[in-house]
């Protein structure tokens, strides 16, 4: 294979010779070779750049877990262009706010999303052009047609490792969702680092169902294609007994997944009791996997390894714990990913002995460029490192390291909740809850739940005379928001407490929340 | 009266309506629309639909069963209540 300086030369690569053949994914029972890959999504290219794409255009994907998502990713970064990947759960006002922030010259999406593309692109003064999968729809081109009619890529398109390969949207403490800025050269690295800690080879099956939109939903797809693997790729995880069979089908070897997910199979497992022997790597991330989570997951999956890892989307993955160390270091996240450095420091920038508790900061490769049009927020990230010119990644979160060097996770120092493996900003929710009519004010907490990790509530409190239900409220949210982030619980109170300043306290509603 | 299945489908309408689009408003919904491409349900939404059809139709729902043809609509989630009625 040749040398992978750019994301896609990975398809390139796994087109080489015999390769062609092989299937590349199988989406929900459908397989797709390695070929089929590269030729739809050299069309899509020539089409993009038929429509305007030139190198280093954004290009919005608002698409589910399906085959048309994976050909317009690649389709993207062979046109020269950055890909977008808007989750399909995304209501009109935030798809427009990304449309708009990332300044996409396309939106690739999916027609039985056009309730909500619809209502964003009316919003909008200069609405990309649409391209649309499934049934035709009036306002947007059809994706199987554009494919089908585009001829291939007549010659590479120019781009170099620094350019920009993807924009993956985050939530931020702030409110508005920000655009993590990604280059070839970061993906490429990351890519290899994961692919060498986990182990993994071309003969792997890699589940995904995760949302690409996710970056390690995502990565799994990249991890798959650098390999020539094949990735069994499914809607969600929404229907578990489905996502089962279709492991047992298709021999899938890698499940990657959120504690939401593993509580719910371990969940399954008490009811009818599972085992997946095919399986040989178990990974975690996005937010701890408890301890005994471990143990049980071993009678379901009794020749895997278990991967406990951590990361941000800022610098993809942060650390990973050797699979063989799990009884040895409970608790621990590992060391960082291989061709990286972590170090604790302490808030006036000092080394923290080991044992104590510092600021996680992250230097390699993987670090991100910055966000996207947010040098404020990028400048409380990415600090000067120790070589000249060189930044490093300021994660803002509390971790200890042992004298071995092992990483333990203590808290964030943001309000963001971690709830189902996604991250909420209570800010968000609370814009929400504070534009409808009725309500006076709110503040959103997490709160810990079995299966969620933690569950949104809001307190609010009602413009007096105002008689909004706690259906009512949540009926507003879910109209606005993505399913995860609607509140669970809406406790209605008549004040909130605040401190000094005169700000609502989120740390005492959860110390003393109101009756 | 519960074995109707246009009964039966009134009542499980009215509580997706209820507690998953937070609505009462009949329109929002159609019988045949996809509860996963509409974004309505995921992976929680699926065992609260579970959990309140094995208390309202005292039906027992397997793991096995909570597949998409089961579930995924109005209508096919009001069959899958009456076929597992008529064989409880």
Known sequence: ?515 | MQNDIAGIRERIRAYILENLLFTTDASQLDDDASLLERGIIDSTGVLEIVMFLEEQFGIKVRDSDMLPENFDKVDSIARFVARSMVSA
């Open chain 1, 1 to 515: 294979m040749p040398a992978q300086r750019l994301l896609h030369d990975s398809l390139l690569g796994a087109c080489e010779g015999e390769g062609a053949t092989k299937t590349a994914v199988i989406v929900e029972g459908h397989a797709r070779s390695y070929g089929e890959l590269l030729d739809a999504a050299s069309r899509l290219a020539s089409a993009l750049r038929a429509r305007g794409v030139q190198r280093g255009d954004r290009v919005a994907i608002y698409m589910d877990n399906t085959w048309p998502c994976v050909v317009a990713i690649f389709a993207t970064l062979l046109a020269g262009g950055a890909f977008l990947i808007v989750n399909p759960q995304t209501k009109a006002d935030k798809l427009a706010f990304i449309l708009d922030d990332s300044g996409a010259r396309v939106l690739l999406t999916d027609a039985h999303l056009a309730r909500e593309y619809r209502a964003a692109l009316d919003d909008m003064s200069d609405p990309p052009p649409v391209v649309a999968s499934g049934v035709a729809m009036p306002e947007a081109e059809s994706f199987d047609d554009v494919v089908a009619s585009a001829a291939p890529l007549d010659a590479r398109v120019p781009v170099i490792p620094p350019d920009l390969a993807a924009l993956i949207y985050t939530s931020g403490s702030t409110g508005n969702p920000k655009g993590v800025m990604q280059t070839h050269q970061a993906m490429v690295f990351a890519c290899g680092s994961l692919v060498e800690y986990l182990r993994l080879g071309a003969g792997d099956r890699i589940l995904c169902a995760l949302p690409l939109a996710f970056d390690y939903g995502l990565y799994q797809l990249l991890m798959s294609v650098r390999l020539g693997a094949t990735l069994v790729l499914e809607r969600s995880f929404t229907f578990p007994a489905q996502v089962f069979a279709r492991m047992r089908e298709t021999g899938v070897t890698v499940f990657p997944g959120v504690p939401t997910v593993f509580a719910m199979l371990l969940a399954a497992h008490g009811r009818e009791a599972l085992s997946f022997p095919d399986v040989t790597r178990v990974t975690n991330t996005a937010a701890a996997l408890p301890d005994d989570f471990a143990v049980r997951l071993r009678e379901v999956f009794p020749n895997a390894l278990i991967y406990k890892m951590y990361g941000l989307t800022e610098c993809k993955r942060v650390s990973y714990l050797e699979p063989e160390l799990i009884d040895a270091k409970p608790g621990s996240v590992g060391k960082a990913i291989p061709g990286t450095e972590i170090y604790l420091l302490s808030p006036d920038g000092h080394a923290v002995p080991a044992g104590e508790v510092g600021i996680l900061h992250v230097r390699g490769p993987h670090v991100m460029l910055g966000y996207w049009n947010r040098p404020d927020l990028t400048d409380l990230m990415l600090k000067p490192g120790k070589l000249p010119g060189e930044r490093v990644l300021c994660t803002q979160d509390h971790f200890r390291m042992d004298e071995e060097g092992f990483l333990y996770f203590v808290g964030r120092t943001d309000d963001i909740i971690k709830t189902r493996g996604e991250k909420v900003s209570p800010v968000e929710v609370e814009n929400v809850l504070h534009a409808l009519p009725g309500v006076r004010e709110a503040a959103v907490v997490g709160v810990p739940d079995d299966v969620l990790g933690q569950a949104i509530r809001a307190y609010v409190v009602l413009t007096p005379g105002a008689t909004l239900s706690e259906r009512e409220i949540r009926a507003g949210c879910a109209v606005r928001l993505e399913n995860f982030m609607v509140p669970r619980d809406i406790v209605l109170c008549s004040d909130l407490p605040r401190t000094a300043t005169g700000k609502v306290s989120r740390k005492a509603l959860l110390e003393n929340p109101p009756a």
